[in-house]
């Protein structure tokens, strides 16, 4: 009787032991020449990036299948094109071959264009990508209002999520504050849009929500930089599905010096967040590490750098731009002067000196994006412009002369103007 129960033990053990055999997929990817597929498959604890067909080994399981827009390379600006699959999820079992496929349509509806924010006539507006070679004065090509039930009454915060869709802030009134979303299909002229998708913030203590700043991680995580309450808000994927007032799966305040008036917010590659702080003691840019962004609470920035310069007067610093190497571009609104910092001065916390100071004179900037090229546009709410410096005239101190200047010959379409941002945002380079 012992020896059979021990032959029985060494059969379990070697069955144990024989490795599960894996499974394969098939993935056909179907797009026009000059397009970039991204195809993202999930599960089973792994994530896979496709960008044409191929076949994957995988251990057998469900897996999703994502597509995400593909790019279609421009000058400037960047086209993204739409991918669907009639099999979102596919099941991959052991020694067998699965297949699915995603092709590439039409041209995703909002993309090409540099979209900003009009806060006095409570819009978004938008250039499209022809319209940024070359200076005018003539009027936007798209405008997207609130309505009635949806107003907007002051847009505060401007972001493109990786599906293409347009998320802006509103921190008008207490009663209207919320973010809101407007699908690729509403990115179409046509006035007015009621948002696919609406998210308030219900505080017990009664505070204002003001997102004044949003940007989205590429795993589909919306970073919001919540001036009242001077913290990140970190909302999942799934909670960004519906209306509600889903509390974020992060709040992210910090230690003194830390968070303050925020003012911009932007996200590198890696997945840290970068603030501008407007005003206080000192004007600050702080970065928080990607790990930093997973738990609630109060924690000490990664980065905290230190960036007033000379005679800065108040509510100096309203907005920076990341460069894909890690330089940085800052906004000294009060001075008139975009300051670049290079990568090596902000990986860690100090007071950098600028290593390139360009005047603008009479500009007060608000915002920067930068494009394809490496160009910097400027929001200048003084002057009701967007200036484009080139490449060339960024490489060394001075007052250049802009590239390009979108204006409106003094009509007023162009008076508030405040946020920028690339749909879809700039390559890196």
Aim: hydrophobic share 40%.
């Amino acid at each position: 009787m012992w020896v059979k129960r021990r032959s029985l033990w060494v059969f379990v053990l070697l069955f144990a032991g024989c490795a599960v055999p894996e499974g394969r997929l098939r993935l056909v990817v179907v797009a026009e020449g000059g397009l970039e597929p991204r195809v993202v498959v999930e599960g089973q604890g792994a994530r896979l990036e496709a960008g044409q067909s191929t076949t994957l080994t995988l251990p057998p399981g469900t897996y999703s299948l994502t597509p995400y827009p593909a790019r279609k390379p421009g000058a400037l600006v960047d086209e993204a094109y739409r991918g669907e699959t009639l099999t979102p999820t596919v099941q991959v079992r052991p020694g067998a071959l699965a297949e699915a496929a995603v092709s590439y349509g039409p041209r995703l509806p909002g993309s090409g264009f540099l979209w900003f924010l009009r806060r006095d006539a409570a819009e978004v507006a938008a250039y499209a990508a022809g319209r940024l070679e070359a200076s005018s004065t003539l009027p936007p090509d798209l405008t997207l209002r609130g309505t009635s039930e949806r107003p907007l009454t002051d847009p505060c915060g401007l972001a493109v999520d990786p599906q293409g869709a347009l998320w802006v802030g509103n921190c008008g009134a207490l009663y209207n504050a919320a973010i809101y979303k407007y699908a690729p299909e509403q990115l179409e002229p046509g006035g007015e849009a009621v948002p696919s998708v609406t998210l308030t913030y219900d505080d017990p203590a009664g505070l204002p929500f003001e997102p004044e700043a949003l940007a989205f991680l590429s795993d589909g995580r919306l970073v919001v930089a919540e001036r009242a309450r001077a913290a990140l808000l970190v909302y999942s994927p799934e909670q960004l599905r519906a209306d509600g007032a889903p509390a974020p799966v992060v709040v992210r305040s910090s230690s003194p010096g830390g968070l303050g008036d925020v003012a911009d917010l932007q996200l590198d590659p890696a997945g840290g967040a970068w603030v501008v702080n407007a005003s206080g003691l000192s004007k600050t840019v702080v970065r928080f590490a990607p790990g930093q962004l997973l738990a609630s609470g109060k924690v000490t920035p990664e980065v905290r750098l230190e960036l007033e310069l000379a005679k800065d007067p108040p509510n100096a610093l309203m907005a920076m731009a990341l460069e894909p190497g890690g330089d940085l571009w800052v906004a000294h609104t009060g001075l008139d002067l975009l300051a670049h910092y290079a990568a090596g001065d902000v990986q860690r916390s100090g007071k950098p000196a600028p290593g390139v100071r360009v005047g603008v004179p009479g500009c007060d900037p608000v915002d920067l994006a930068l494009d394809n090229q490496g160009g910097l546009w400027v929001s200048c709410y003084a002057r009701r412009t967007f200036e484009r410096y080139a490449p060339a005239d960024l490489r060394q101190s001075g007052n250049p002369a802009p590239a390009t200047v979108l204006g409106d010959g003094g009509e007023g379409w162009l008076s508030r103007i405040w946020d920028l941002a690339f749909s879809p945002a700039a390559r890196a380079r």
